[in-house]
């Protein structure tokens, strides 16, 4: 039972173009979203978050959206940068449940071509 | 560098066998997680431990264990190895529960089994 998806397993976009991933959700008790970056031979690194309580969160070049009747995510990454490229991780949590665990997606491989 | 450390980093065996991986989380964080990530797979959950005491499981099979130490050091014990266990094993680390902050990946066990 996949309760976080992430159904692009990759996306390519040009230096300095948007780049959308898309992550869908299951559970409505999760209250708590988050996206980590990943490169080869690296754990996941935290990128950023969100409270169900919101539909938006911004940081520099990523921001992240929530659209909670729709249980959906969005990363935008603008401009994108070769940098950039990794793989994404979306992962949920339910904060009520306090437990802590993160349940993640399958991850979406990003490259930005220069 | 996240601050946690796992090891081995690489690690080959044959079916059957036993194996043992190692975690030390950050300095001060009480929250000590397991994630396996198979071939083309997301990072799946495991096993939660926070304080020494088990919080939180995942789909861990029967044939794997874990503890928390009372130096809040981890150890992911697997057993009977079969060809399908080969993954890269995360361990991670976060100082609060639940979480609303983010969590620290070690950069990983891979594990082989032949």
């Known amino acids: 039972d996949q309760q976080v998806k992430q159904n692009s397993p990759s996306l390519s976009v040009q230096e300095g173009r948007i780049s959308i991933l898309n992550c869908d959700y299951t559970?409505?008790?999760?209250?708590?979203f988050l996206w980590y970056k990943k490169y080869p031979a690296e754990g996941p690194t935290f990128l950023i978050s969100?409270?169900?309580?919101?539909d938006k969160n911004e940081d520099g070049r990523f921001t992240v959206f929530l659209n909670k009747s729709a249980k959906h995510l969005s990363l935008h990454i603008v401009p994108s940068q070769p940098g950039d490229s990794a793989v994404y991780f979306c992962?949920?949590?339910?904060?009520?449940?306090?437990?802590?665990?993160?349940?993640f997606g399958q991850g979406t491989t990003l490259q930005v071509k220069p | 560098d996240s601050g946690v450390t796992q090891t081995p980093k690489h690690l080959i065996t044959a079916t059957g066998q036993r194996v043992t991986l190692r975690c030390s989380p950050r300095?001060?964080?009480?929250?000590v997680y397991w994630y396996q990530q198979s071939l083309d797979q997301g990072l799946q959950f495991l096993i939660q431990?926070?304080?020494?005491?088990?919080?939180a499981k995942g789909n861990i099979l029967e044939r794997f264990s874990a503890q928390q130490f009372p130096d809040l050091h981890s150890e992911l014990n697997l057993s009977s190895l079969e060809l399908g266990d080969s993954a890269l094993y995360f361990c991670?680390?976060?100082?609060?529960?639940?979480?609303?902050?983010?969590?620290?990946f070690g950069e990983g066990s891979r594990l082989t089994v032949l």
């Open positions: 991670a680390s976060s100082a609060t529960l639940p979480i609303t902050g983010e969590l620290f």
């Open positions: 559970n409505s008790m999760f209250d708590y």
């Open positions: 969100i409270s169900s309580i919101k």
């Open positions: 992962a949920a949590s339910g904060v009520s449940s306090n437990t802590g665990k993160l349940i």
């Open positions: 300095s001060g964080d009480l929250s």
């Open positions: 431990y926070y304080n020494g005491e088990e919080r």
